[in-house]
């Protein structure tokens, strides 16, 4: 059986920080990554506009895994802030999260990220404009490496990881097995018919691994606890209408309360310039977005989402069911992704293919014209609606027929794993990071976790 000091499980942003921070502070450490997914260069969606249009769903999904994980096509925003993200505050204290937040930015600046430009709301008037017209500015700075600097950070870092780390890739983890009694004498990664032994495991598994940690969970007697699920749509319109804000803050997350049912629906991932993206969790294909730093690569098309949580209170523990299930319904209908005109959704009537050549604003993704109202909850669809229109008041045109909402875009949280402020299970070695934790939900919450969790074990080692 092959030995290591530290095994960690994924190579998302949580695994890849926790690995950078482990080899910088205990030089000599044997550590181990395993990947379900392939390394960086190799990762390549099918999908090309044109001889392939829809998801194939390739056995592992090149947008969501491997080295880089979920965040490595993503728009490299990263978020300074307790306000969203996750909740990391709340284990290692807010003064903690943030200082581990900085430190992540200056080691992405110090791999590649220099001269990308950070946001900030600090004293920006856009917050009064907010609160005048119903609506919430949250405060936060934003890094924004863009999708093609993202990329180079992370060659950057695999390329100095990679000889003291053994990367193991395509090498998905079946189960983690405690060896010797409650962990005492480490534990034992088992990935098809290899067996590896460990005395500290890190579990980076990201929210595509998220089945298979509340398979871990179980075979361990982790406690976890139900969580939430967002659904919601994303918006598409002409990068103009929302230019006084991208251009001031890039990203702006912005809650507005329904007046209907006093729900919270929310600006999520926005992407000024950007384009839109199909995404596939475990074969259900919802939408996303991202955008490029190089001009040459921006598009005249602003994108981000709209959603509304959902947190369901016992008998139901299945939120991220009752989340794939209005998935599955859209790619029932459209194939994958559904998108419809504005103008059209409030008349009651779907697009279709001409209409959708006819609009003013040409879409970024391919996407099944059809009708979102036969896919998501009237009142989820409702108070989308009503934060379109309240919207428009701070960036006039955003309720336009034209603009485009594309469905489902789905957020799925993985259960909350019971960790303490070290992050570490109840089984003394094995710890839980990033957004498998149910911890993060966001690049910069997942890289600061994974640096809390190397330094604690750093300090025992
Ligand atoms: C298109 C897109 C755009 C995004 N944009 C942003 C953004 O701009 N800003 C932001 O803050 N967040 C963004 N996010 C979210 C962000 O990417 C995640 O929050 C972040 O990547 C979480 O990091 P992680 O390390 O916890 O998990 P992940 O990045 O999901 O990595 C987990 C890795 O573990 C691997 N894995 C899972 N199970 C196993 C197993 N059993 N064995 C071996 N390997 C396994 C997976 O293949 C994966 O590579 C975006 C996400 C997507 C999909």
Known sequence: MVGYDVIIIGAGPGGIFSAYELVKLKKGLKIAVFESGTQLEKRKCPIDGKRVQACVKCKTCAIMNGFGGAGAFSDGKYNITNQFGGTLYAYIGKQEALDLMQYVDSINLSHGGEGTALYSTASTAIKKLCLQNGLHLLDASVRHLGTDINYIVLENLYNELKDQVDFYFETHVDSVRLSGRDGAGGYEVVTGNQTYQCSKCIISAGRSGSKWMEGVCRQLDIPTKSNRVDIGVRIELP?????????????????????????????????????????????????????????ARHTENTNFALLVSKHFSEPFKDSNGYGESIARLSNMLGGGVIVQRFGDLIRGRRSNLARIEENFVTPTLSATPGDLSLVIPKRILDGIIEMIYALDKIAPGTANDDTLLYGVEVKFYNMEVEIDHHLETRHKGLFVIGDCSGVTHSLSHASASGIHVARVIADEA
């Open 239 to 295: 990068a103009a209408v929302f230019s006084h804000l991208t251009d001031e803050l890039y990203e702006s997350k912005i809650i507005y309360r329904t007046k209907e049912f006093e729900d919270l629906v929310r600006t999520f991932c926005m992407n000024p310039k950007g384009v839109v993206v199909s995404e596939n969790t475990n074969g259900i294909v919802t939408v996303n977005g991202h955008s490029y730093e190089d001009p």
